[in-house]
């Protein structure tokens, strides 16, 4: 039991270190290597009186035990959610903004690993409830530090699984033997069908692209508040939908209720996406 439970952490600790590296690197644009070890809660981590901690709990389908908590210190989450945000080129954010922009990767890297989780266990598994919240007590679950490395400040987060999430991550059932004499079920499972519905949950990072320069680094540098950069698209072109680096259809900006949104005129072919890669 202690070798299965050691591989349940080990398993888990690895997928969520891989998940906030890639959400964090699909948002930023740089490399975002995290290395994660096993940690000791105190007291006053969890205690909201004495914490400067931002705690978010994820709660997932399996029951209302199986939860995840992680948090960061203000000048980790600041970190990071102001990383991402500089490299949209939002150079002037406000808390309200950074805390926001970091609350997403988390979502899009605890999904991810609902994701994973589902396929290893053979079971669906999603994320159901979200809430600002630390863990009950210092026997909640197990946890984890999760350290990013630089470019930047170095920062860390700490992560607690509850039991019933960490038993997702031991070896999967072992697949059933037959017997000679064993009769056949009339419909055999559509295995593919499986692997395809696991995969529609998957998210993938979308943008717009209103278009592209290229600039002498003289030029760069000079660039200020009130600068104007000339792309290489008209007003009447189509605007590109881009999923993970491909340019997937063409289409014309719109707003809805307030928010800017794109109506797809055009899919483009297989042919023209790989033509298309960024």
């Known amino acids: 039991m202690e070798d299965q439970t050691a591989e349940s952490w080990l ?60 948090a960061a210190k203000q000048a980790s989450w600041e970190e990071i959610g102001g990383r991402v945000l500089r490299a949209a080129g ?55 530090t999760f350290d990013l490395q630089p470019p930047g400040q170095a920062c860390r987060l700490v992560a607690v699984f509850s039991p019933s999430i960490a038993n997702l991550g031991a070896a999967p059932p072992p697949a059933a033997k037959e017997s000679p004499g064993a009769a056949k079920p009339a419909t055999a499972p559509d295995t593919n069908t499986s692997a395809i519905d696991l995969l529609l949950d998957v998210e993938l990072p979308v943008s717009i692209s209103f278009g592209r320069a290229q600039l002498p680094l003289k030029d760069v540098i000079k660039l200020t508040t009130g600068s104007i950069v000339e792309l290489n698209r008209t007003l009447s072109e189509p605007v590109e939908v881009i999923v993970n680096n491909c340019v997937i259809a063409r289409g014309e900006v719109v707003v809805i209720e307030g928010n800017y949104g794109i109506r797809i005129k055009q899919v483009i072919s297989r042919q023209e996406r790989l033509r298309t890669l960024y």
């Open 90 to 144: 939002v150079e002037e954010n406000d808390a309200d903004s950074i805390r926001s922009t970091y609350l997403e990767i988390l979502s899009q890297a605890l999904s991810s690993v609902a994701s994973a989780a589902s396929a290893r266990a053979r079971l669906e598994v999603a994320c159901v409830e979200t809430r600002s919240a630390a863990p009950p007590g210092l026997d909640a679950g197990s946890a984890c």
């Open 11 to 70: 398993w888990l600790a690895e997928e969520l270190a891989l998940q906030l590296s890639r959400a964090l690197e699909s948002m930023s644009g740089e490399s975002a290597p995290i290395a994660h070890a096993p940690y000791t809660l105190g007291a006053d981590e969890i205690d909201p009186a004495k914490s400067n901690w931002l705690w978010q709990e994820q709660t997932f389908s399996l029951g209302p035990e199986a939860r995840i908590w992680i």
